[in-house]
C-alpha cells in the first residue's frame, strides 16, 4: 500500500482557514481516510474520519462545526477545510489510511503538513 501524501498547511491568522489535501493513489477511494494532529510536545489526536464510501464522517468535539472532511473520488483525494481557525489548532497534521480488517486497506501514515495559527 502506499504512503499517503498531505498537502496545504501553512500559516495564518486566527478566524483564517486552510484546506489540507490528501491522496493515497489507488487506495483513497478503497479505504476509509482519518485525519489526526499533534502539536509540539503533545500527544497524537484524532481529528475527522471518512469512510471509503464517503457517506460517513465523524469528528473531534474541538474541531466540530469549524472542519469539514470531504472525499473527492474523481480526484482520488481526501480534503479537510478548516475553518474559523484557532492558536490551538496549531500542529502536524497528518492523514492516515484506515484498514479494513480484509488485508486491502492498512494502516498507513502520510509524513504531515504543518499547520501554524497565530493570534
Known amino acids: 500500500q502506499v504512503q499517503p501524501v498531505e498537502s496545504g498547511g501553512g500559516s495564518v491568522q486566527a478566524g483564517g482557514s486552510l484546506r489540507l489535501s490528501c491522496t493515497a493513489p489507488?487506495?483513497?477511494?478503497?479505504?476509509?481516510m482519518a485525519w489526526y494532529r499533534q502539536a509540539a510536545g503533545k500527544q497524537r489526536e484524532f481529528v475527522s474520519s471518512?469512510?471509503?464510501?464517503?457517506?460517513?464522517?465523524s469528528y473531534a468535539y474541538s474541531v466540530m462545526g469549524r472542519f469539514t472532511i470531504s472525499k473527492d473520488r474523481a480526484a482520488d483525494t481526501v480534503y479537510l477545510e478548516m475553518n474559523s481557525l484557532k492558536p490551538e489548532d496549531t500542529a502536524m497534521y497528518l492523514c492516515?489510511?484506515?484498514?479494513?480488517?480484509?488485508?486491502?486497506?492498512?494502516?498507513?501514515w502520510g509524513q504531515g503538513t504543518q499547520v501554524t495559527v497565530s493570534s
Open positions: 492516515k489510511t484506515s484498514p479494513d480488517g480484509l488485508g486491502t486497506c492498512l494502516s498507513v
Open positions: 489507488g487506495f483513497t477511494n478503497r479505504c476509509g
Open positions: 471518512i469512510s471509503s464510501t464517503g457517506s460517513s464522517t
